[in-house]
């Protein structure tokens, strides 16, 4: 008789994009109508020249390269996050307030695994990442859905009212994703405010914020003096540096938090890998002009997605912004199945709405994520013909 499953571990639904991906097996794509893959936000073109040098020069010339690193990542790195995050959002973090991890979704896990046991609550706002859900489930955490308006942004009233005695924290997205919206400042101290005066934390996931379309600081919560005790934010390197293989990301907490992340760190992975982090390094000295100019490319793409769904009757952009589009589509099959019609018929891989949704939530049955970072404008507008062909 095999050993049994863990059924928090059977709960959960199987990874989206993997999942995605099967739907592809046994359809072929002429040369002329190539696949157009808007099904996952990781960048596909290799890291800039230095960059990758960097990393050489340390697989070469540097033996500790090689070696276990400190359990909460190179300090160097961290001071350098310190130093930039005070600067950008014009508060003070400190250097043994930032954790490197082996990408964001570690940094997720790590954190939540100091802040819940089973049966504890987490709520995050639908259409919520599916990673975290996949995470809550597995660690036996109720995830509690927190349904958006049509502008795809939380109310912190209505969460309020989902706050029990078992409620451990709040989890943000900003810019969001499966969303792409910006949640505004002023929400997002709100937000804040009701974690600090309810006694929970509030998670702020902001792997993305390299590519807000905004200028200044998302928010000014890390000016509060006592930050540490309520927020909790988490960054990732996959994005603004093209470091996705290398799995470096961060998580910025207190001190005190930050030592019981050391415990799930040095047990699952020991320490996040060096030459990633040497590569994260530079990136973040060496960069800065280079990403804003990946930014400005992202926002160029955004506006085609936003005046090709102007252009698209029967669909409806719900959101926009960073790396992804979050629509309504107007086909009669619900999402699942239109999307893996669109594979065979438009030769398109994108996300349906339901791997963002709570099973009960039906609006997943109408909507579809597109994550158009590695498609340029030629692309996009390609896109928007293709899914003209597929529906009425």
């Not at 639904?13 to 099967?22: C, G, I, N, Q």
């Not at 190539?34 to 099904?39: D, E």
């Not at 509030?202 to 919560?221: K, M, N, Q, W």
């Not at 934010?233 to 961060?250: D, E, I, M, P």
Request: proline share 8%; aromatic share 8%.
């Amino acid at each position: 008789m095999p050993a049994p499953l863990s059924p928090a571990m059977a709960v959960t639904f199987a990874p989206p994009v993997m999942e995605a991906r099967r739907w592809l097996d046994g359809v072929t794509f002429a040369p002329d109508r190539p696949l157009i893959n808007v099904s996952q936000a990781a960048p596909v073109d290799p890291p800039p020249v230095g960059l990758r040098q960097a990393i050489a020069q340390a697989c070469l010339d540097d033996p500790a390269a090689h070696l276990y690193g400190p359990v909460l990542g190179l300090p160097a790195l961290r001071t350098e996050v310190a130093q930039q995050w005070s600067t950008a959002y014009h508060g003070t973090v400190h250097e043994d307030q930032v954790a490197i991890t082996q990408g964001c979704n570690q940094a997720f896990c790590a954190v939540l695994s100091t802040l819940t046991a089973p049966g504890d609550e987490v709520i995050l706002p639908t259409p919520w990442y599916f990673n975290h859900k996949m995470w809550l489930d597995m660690a036996s955490i109720r995830a509690v859905g927190l349904a958006t308006g049509p502008d795809l942004l939380p109310d912190p009233q209505a969460a309020a009212a989902l706050i029990t005695d078992r409620t451990r924290a709040i989890v943000l997205v900003s810019p969001n994703n499966p969303g792409g919206v910006e949640y505004p400042a002023d929400l997002m101290r709100a937000f804040y405010e009701l974690a600090k005066a309810r006694g929970i934390a509030l998670i702020v996931d902001e792997t993305y914020r390299d590519f807000d379309s905004r200028t200044g600081a998302p928010h000014d919560l890390f000016a509060d003096p006592d930050w540490d005790q309520t927020l909790i934010q988490l960054y990732s390197f996959s994005k603004a540096y093209r470091l996705t293989g290398h799995r470096v990301g961060a998580a910025v907490a207190s001190v005190a938090r930050l030592a019981q992340v050391e415990k799930f760190l040095d047990t699952v992975a020991i320490c996040p890998g060096q030459l990633g982090q040497i590569g994260a390094l530079w990136g973040m000295r060496n960069l800065s002009q280079w990403v804003a100019q990946e930014r400005d490319e992202i926002l160029m793409r955004r506006a085609a997605m936003q005046a090709g769904f102007a252009g698209l009757e029967g669909w409806k952009l719900l959101g926009l912004g960073a790396y992804f589009a979050y629509v309504e589509h107007c086909a009669d099959d619900p999402s699942p199945i239109f999307a893996q019609r669109l594979v065979r018929d438009a030769g398109v891989l994108l996300l349906p709405g339901t791997m963002f949704m709570p099973d009960d939530d039906a609006r997943g049955q109408r909507q579809l994520r597109i994550a158009f970072a590695n498609v340029d404008t030629t692309g996009i507008a390609l896109l928007m013909d293709r899914l003209r062909t597929v529906t009425p």
